[in-house]
């Protein structure tokens, strides 16, 4: 017999904040990458990322079933089936990651992180005009990755027939409850979301950003830089 289904908890707190944190500092770093003034903006963006990308690390090892490595569907096998059932007209639900979500996660953190080694490079000035070439190309590439992302979780949620976006803000979709993830562990969230705010405050630093200005300093300096150029102008 099959068990009752309804809104079962799949995706946990410090999972979502960790996707909507990192969804923020991309955009945040692709958006201030040009800006005049000491790049100190840029590089809070680039250091959350970093951050955010050893917290999810930690957090594929500690999580809950789905944030776990566990949960990411990424066999030959599972793909090469979901591909069938997909070509077919059935596509077949997973309660959290399918196999193409699976290894496009993998991928698009990959890039992330590899972006951000090499900005923390060009910031601590080594390896050059090469590193810095090397990192746009990366950060350009891993927006190539989230736009891919965004199209697959549209073209799922139409296929699936469930709101994908809103299950990763509410944790929550349909589903039997012996799939639940488990506890919601707002705890953790709220750690995470605490050192973020600490970082964005100046409260700490980090290589080559030893003095971190926080966020207003960085946004002044970032005016600063536009006033000066218009001074230049005249």
Request: aromatic residues 8%.
């Given at each position: 017999?099959?068990?009752?289904?309804?809104?079962?908890?799949?995706?946990?707190?410090?999972?979502?904040?960790?996707?909507?944190?990192?969804?923020?500092?991309?955009?945040?770093?692709?958006?201030?990458?040009?800006?005049?003034?000491?790049?100190?903006?840029?590089?809070?963006?680039?250091?959350?990322?970093?951050?955010?990308?050893?917290?999810?690390?930690?957090?594929?090892?500690?999580?809950?079933?789905?944030?776990?490595?566990?949960?990411?569907?990424?066999?030959?096998?599972?793909?090469?089936?979901?591909?069938?059932?997909?070509?077919?007209?059935?596509?077949?639900h997973y309660a959290g990651h399918n196999p193409l979500s699976s290894w496009s996660a993998i991928?698009?953190?990959?890039?992330?992180?590899?972006?951000?080694?090499?900005?923390?490079?060009?910031?601590?000035?080594?390896?050059?005009?090469?590193?810095?070439?090397?990192?746009?190309?990366?950060?350009?590439?891993?927006?190539?990755?989230?736009?891919?992302?965004?199209?697959?979780?549209?073209?799922?949620?139409?296929?699936?027939?469930?709101?994908?976006?809103?299950?990763?803000?509410?944790?929550?979709?349909?589903?039997?409850?012996?799939?639940?993830?488990?506890?919601?562990?707002?705890?953790?969230?709220?750690?995470?979301?605490?050192?973020?705010?600490?970082?964005?405050?100046?409260?700490?630093?980090?290589?080559?950003?030893?003095?971190?200005?926080?966020?207003?300093?960085?946004?002044?300096?970032?005016?600063?830089?536009?006033?000066?150029?218009?001074?230049?102008?005249?």
């Amino acid at each position: 017999m099959n068990a009752a289904r309804g809104r079962i908890l799949v995706w946990d707190l410090p999972t979502r904040s960790f996707h909507w944190l990192l969804a923020l500092s991309f955009l945040g770093a692709y958006a201030t990458a040009d800006l005049d003034g000491d790049h100190a903006l840029h590089a809070l963006f680039g250091y959350t990322i970093a951050g955010l990308l050893a917290f999810r690390l930690c957090w594929a090892v500690a999580g809950t079933r789905y944030a776990r490595w566990s949960g990411f569907a990424l066999s030959r096998r599972a793909v090469a089936d979901y591909l069938r059932a997909l070509v077919s007209g059935r596509p077949r639900h997973y309660a959290g990651h399918n196999p193409l979500s699976s290894w496009s996660a993998i991928l698009l953190f990959g890039f992330l992180a590899a972006a951000a080694a090499t900005g923390i490079g060009t910031l601590m000035e080594i390896g050059g005009e090469a590193m810095e070439d090397t990192h746009e190309g990366l950060a350009s590439a891993a927006l190539f990755l989230v736009l891919v992302h965004i199209a697959g979780v549209l073209v799922s949620s139409v296929l699936h027939r469930e709101n994908l976006v809103r299950a990763m803000v509410t944790g929550t979709k349909r589903g039997e409850s012996q799939h639940a993830a488990g506890a919601k562990r707002p705890l953790v969230a709220l750690m995470l979301l605490a050192a973020v705010a600490l970082f964005w405050a100046g409260g700490f630093g980090a290589p080559g950003l030893r003095d971190n200005p926080g966020l207003i300093a960085a946004a002044i300096q970032v005016d600063r830089g536009d006033h000066d150029d218009d001074d230049d102008d005249d």
